[in-house]
């Protein structure tokens, strides 16, 4: 059988057009879902940029630092590891004063000062070294607060935003976090990691979209300051110009939204 | 023929490597999944508000891209709450929603999943709903 050009060009030309509109057909059947669908819960907190502010003066026993970690920990799944101090997962933590402003220790500092344990967690940096690092974008500056977030879905455990964090704010899931987390006291609303991820405090993004506050804040009593520190009428706004504040490690240029005041 | 012997015996070995999995499943096919909605978190709905999210046979075959859209929109949009077709609003979560009522991983999920010998992620970090009957 031969086939002319005028022939061979007619039928190209229709299953062409067949092929494109099927595919077109089935595409319109599978992407129902339409981006429009979605919005932000009504009952969120919003800010432009989230800020904490830690009064180290209302911190005056174990106890008072115990609950707020606990608090946090207990909300969201976090392993008790002991056995390992490398393999030790902490969101939020004390920290001793040499340890959390290095270069800052002065000789002749107040005792009181050197020995008081500092509580110390991410600093959602404004200008995160860690995200700059990352080769898959699983931990990104959200856009609408500034939260430094973690996609663990995305997280592929090469620990990059670990080396470039300077205030070592993140941990390693060396082994499988389960079977160190206390069934009993489990949050069955939150999920936990897996082993070969890197995990850190996400400034409870799923409490604020609910309407809450960190669970760190409300476990304080008023120690833990939260607010929106680009509303000049916030409660941190407040505070800060009222009293002197430091943060950890500014000469780094990361801009942290951490502040401690005495 | 060049080595019979020898071809024959790998022919035989080939036929029954190749016959094995027939052979040991007796020869019957694998009982077809049959996944249970029929969890008492389900039951307690009112007849006509027991439908999920989407219609059932656009969650049959796509509910993973659905997931996945809530995972992203969730995680890093920081959008939680999904409009339906049908205009209800849900929040959208795995554990705290589509598990509140498919609270029966095993006969659920896993149902399917394992006949297609599918694997997803889901439950490494995911907690799954506690199942009463094992």
Redesign the interface.
Known sequence: MSINRREFLKIAGVSTILGIGGVSAVNSLRNRVEASQISPSPEALVAKRWAMVVDMSKFKSEEDYQRCIDACHRVHNVPHITDNPKHEIKWLWKETYEHAFPGNEDEYLSEEIKHLPFLVLCNHCDNPSCVRVCPTKATFKRKSDGIVMMDMHRCIGCRFCMAACPYGARSFNYKDPRPFINEAKENLEFPTRTKGVVEKCTLCYERLAKGLKPACVEASNGALIFGDIEDPNSEVRKVLGARYSFRRRPELGTRPSVYYIF | MYNAGKIIIGLLIFVGLVAFPFVYSGGKATAKPDPKVDTPEILKLAENERKCV?PKA?MKG?HM??LN?W?D?V???????????DGKKY??SL??TCMKCHSNKKKFCDECHNYTAVKP?CW????V?KEKET
């Open positions: 989407e656009y796509e891209v659905l859209d995972r929109w995680v890093r949009d920081d959008n939680t709450i999904y409009t339906a077709t929040t959208m554990q705290n992620y490494d970090c995911h907690i709903p």
